[in-house]
C-alpha cells in the first residue's frame, strides 16, 4: 500500500520508546536515492538461513524487501562454522522476523505499508524533510559541537598495535598469509541512549548501508559505508573495501588525499588480495565461468574517509540457501585475510582471543522471497546495559607501515566515539605518522 511521505528520524524515534526490538536500515540523513526500512520485529533463533535466494528478475515496482527477517551475523560464530579457533562468542547471530514495517524510495519521496496497517507508529504526522540541505548543515553543525564527556579506554595502546603489526608482517614473510586484518575495541563504560547516539552517527557520517537494529536489549549502531552480499534475480554481488585516507581540510587537500589512495601500491594489493578472495568465495556458490570484476580500486568518498572499494558478481546456483551462501563467504574476507582460514586462524592468536563481537560481521536483510542485503559492521556502535564497544582496524600487508595503520585505527574509530560522547584515549590521539620514524623496510 503506498502512503504519502513522512518523518524517518521522527519515527525512529517514536518506535524506539515503545518497541524493545526496532531496526532502521538506514539509506544516510539527506539520501536522494535507495531504500530506508524502518519497523518492528519478534526475535527468530532459527533465523533465515534455510530461505533460498531469489531467482526471478528484479522488479522496478516496489521495495526490494518487504516481509522476511533482520538481523546480523557475529564474527565467532562465523569463524567457528570456518573451522577457525575463535573467542567465545557474545551473544551469537540475532534475527527479527519482521511484523510491522514501511519503506522509503528516497528517489520519489514515496513510503510502501508493508506490514500490519493497525500500526499506531504507522499514523504518526510528519513529512519528509531530510532532504533540505539548509537543515542537513544545520544539524551537522549541532552535532559537530557536541562536547565529549568521557575517554575510552583501548583493548591495545597504540605500541601494542604496532607490535601487532610487526608480527602480521612476520607471518606474510613466511608465507603463512598474504593479507590479515588486524583489528582492536575501544570500550565506554556506563549506560547510554542508543537512539540518540545514532541520530549523532549517522548525522556526521551517513552511510548508504547505515542501519540501527535492537534484538533482545543489544543495540547495533552502523554506519556502514560497505556492501558485503547484495543478492536479487540470482546475481550475488559484493563490494569489499581496502584502502582508506581521511578527509582533507581544504578541496585542494582532500583531492590530493584521494589520489594518493588511489596510486597507493600497498592499498592497491590489499584491495585486489581481497577480490581475489572474494572471487573465490563466490566461485564456491556460483555457476562456473560466471563471477566477474564490475569495478576495480574505485574511490569512494564519506564524510570521514576516502575509501579503495571494489566490485565483485556472480551468477548463484540452482537451490542456494542464505546458509550456503554464508558458509562459502563468512566472515569477509575484508575482515579475515588471505588466505581466510589460515588469517583467521593467525589473528585469533595475534589479538589474544579478545572477541570481536557483531564487529566484523554482517547485518541487513533477508527477505521471505530470498532477496539478501547485507553490510559489513564497521564503522560501527554496539549498545548494552554494561557499555558500548567501538572496534576499528585496518588490513596488514608486507609494506605496512604501523605509524599509518594506527593513524588509520583512530580515524576509523573517531566517529562512532563521538556519537557516544567519547574521545580516543590520549594515546590514540596523537598522529602517530608525525611522532614515529618510518622504518626502512628491506
Known amino acids: 500500500m503506498l502512503r504519502e511521505r513522512f518523518d524517518l528520524q521522527q519515527r525512529f524515534r517514536a518506535l524506539a520508546a515503545e518497541h524493545a526490538n526496532v531496526f532502521w536500515l538506514d539509506a544516510g540523513a539527506g539520501a536522494a536515492e535507495g531504500w530506508s526500512f524502518l519497523g518492528t520485529g519478534l526475535p527468530d533463533a532459527g533465523g533465515p538461513g534455510h530461505v533460498r535466494l531469489d531467482v526471478t528478475v528484479a522488479s522496478d515496482d516496489g521495495p526490494p524487501f518487504r516481509n522476511g527477517w533482520i538481523g546480523w551475523l557475529d564474527y565467532e560464530s562465523g569463524a567457528q562454522r570456518a573451522g577457525a579457533p575463535a573467542a567465545a562468542s557474545e551473544g551469537g547471530p540475532a534475527w527479527l522476523r519482521v511484523t510491522s514495517a514501511v519503506a522509503v524510495d528516497h528517489s520519489s519521496g514515496a513510503v510502501w505499508q508493508l506490514q500490519d496497517a493497525e500500526s499506531e507508529w504507522l499514523r504518526l504526522p510528519g513529512s519528509v524533510s531530510e532532504r533540505s540541505e539548509t537543515k542537513r548543515v544545520e544539524r551537522a553543525e549541532r552535532v559537530e559541537t557536541f562536547t565529549p564527556t568521557a575517554t575510552a579506554s583501548a583493548r591495545h595502546t597504540p605500541d601494542e598495535y604496532a607490535d601487532l603489526i610487526e608480527r602480521c608482517r612476520h607471518a606474510i614473510r613466511a608465507g603463512d598469509a598474504y593479507q590479515l586484518c588486524l583489528t582492536t575495541r575501544f570500550d565506554v563504560p556506563g549506560a547510554h541512549d542508543p537512539v540518540d547516539a545514532y541520530i549523532r552517527l549517522r548525522e556526521t557520517t551517513p552511510a548508504h548501508h547505515g542501519g540501527f537494529v535492537r534484538i533482545g536489549g543489544r543495540a547495533l549502531l552502523s554506519a556502514s559505508p560497505e556492501t558485503f552480499l547484495h543478492a536479487s534475480g540470482g546475481v550475488i554481488r559484493t563490494r569489499p573495501i581496502k584502502g582508506t585516507r581521511p578527509r582533507g581540510a581544504d578541496a585542494a587537500s582532500d583531492a590530493a588525499l584521494a589520489a594518493e589512495l588511489l596510486a597507493s601500491p600497498k592499498e592497491r594489493a590489499e584491495n585486489v588480495m581481497i577480490v581475489d578472495l572474494m572471487r573465490n568465495d563466490l566461485s564456491q556458490v556460483c555457476r562456473p565461468g560466471s563471477i566477474h570484476v564490475d569495478a576495480l ?90 557499555h558500548a564497544v567501538v572496534g576499528a582496524g585496518g588490513g596488514i600487508t608486507w609494506g605496512s607501515i604501523a605509524a599509518d595503520e594506527i593513524d588509520e585505527v583512530a580515524t576509523k574509530a573517531r566517529a562512532p566515539l563521538a556519537a557516544l560522547g567519547a574521545e580516543l584515549p590520549e594515546a590514540w590521539r596523537r598522529r602517530r605518522s608525525d611522532i614515529l620514524e618510518v622504518p626502512d623496510f628491506p
Do not use: N
Not at 310 to 325: H, I, K, N, Q, Y
Not at 358 to 381: H, K, Q, W
Open 297 to 386: 580500486w574505485a574511490v569512494e568518498s564519506y564524510p570521514a574517509v576516502h575509501q579503495l572499494v571494489s566490485t565483485v558478481r556472480g551468477v548463484a546456483v540452482e537451490g542456494l540457501t542464505t546458509e550456503a551462501l554464508w558458509d562459502a563467504a563468512f566472515p569477509a574476507g575484508s575482515m579475515t585475510g588471505a588466505p581466510k582460514l589460515s588469517a583467521m586462524t593467525l589473528l585469533h592468536a595475534f589479538e589474544a582471543g579478545g572477541p570481536r563481537g557483531i564487529y566484523s560481521g554482517c547485518f541487513g536483510y533477508v527477505g521471505a522471497d530470498g532477496a539478501v542485503d547485507l553490510a559489513m559492521v564497521i564503522r560501527s556502535i554496539v549498545v548494552d546495559d554494561a
